[in-house]
């Protein structure tokens, strides 16, 4: 198990422009303490992380681990949307911006799509102002597209799909976006309408 190191904290200290004197007097601690720690002539007391974490403006975990995260999607722009799929139960995860989830106790990589293709084409056809989905693609128990979505700057609606099934889905328009593909065996693919 990691623990907060002095680098750390001096490092987040001074990108919040603040001096020892200021995130002692937010802690309750002495200067002096906190000039302890970033030199490592200490560690900070369990009791204390929390408080720490939230002067420095960071999560406990990313002031143990030194690990810092940025939101690069601070406007929550939905087509910055990630999936994440458990390969043991097949759960979907979507989450706007990256994120961190596990799920059967695996930790799920963020799902990448490629570009449809020709084995995995995604066609698109516009029929009384909605988008119908449809691909040619075995729908067995080993293989088979899991789920279909349609994402825009401002929604996403997603259709799960099981073995045995056709794959035709309609989505009300909503301008222009992205619709997603997943193949069981494959990962995902888009195509943009």
């Known amino acids: 198990m990691s623990y907060v190191t002095g680098a750390t904290i001096k490092e987040l200290r001074e990108k919040r422009r603040i001096t020892q004197k200021e995130l002692s007097d937010k802690i309750g601690v002495s200067d002096k303490t906190v000039s302890k720690w970033e030199t490592s002539k200490g560690l900070p007391d369990i009791g204390i992380i929390e408080e720490l974490a939230r002067a420095l403006g960071v999560s406990i975990a990313e002031l143990l681990t030194g690990e810092l995260r940025e939101n690069g999607n601070q406007s929550a722009n939905m087509r910055k949307m990630c999936f994440y799929v458990c390969p043991v139960c097949g759960n979907i995860i979507t989450s706007v911006g990256h994120g961190a989830f596990s799920c059967c106790g695996i930790v799920l990589p963020e799902v990448e799509a490629e570009k449809h293709g020709e084995d995995h084409c995604i066609c698109v056809e516009t029929v009384d102002n909605e988008y119908c989905i449809t691909m040619s693609h075995p729908m067995d128990k080993g293989h088979y597209i899991s789920f279909i979505a349609y994402v825009t700057t401002d929604g996403l609606d997603l259709v799960k799909l099981y073995p045995e099934q056709g794959i035709s889905v ?24």
């Open 170 to 193: 309609r989505f009300r328009k909503k301008g222009h976006g992205m619709v997603y593909g997943y193949c069981n065996r494959h990962g995902m693919f888009k195509v943009m309408v």
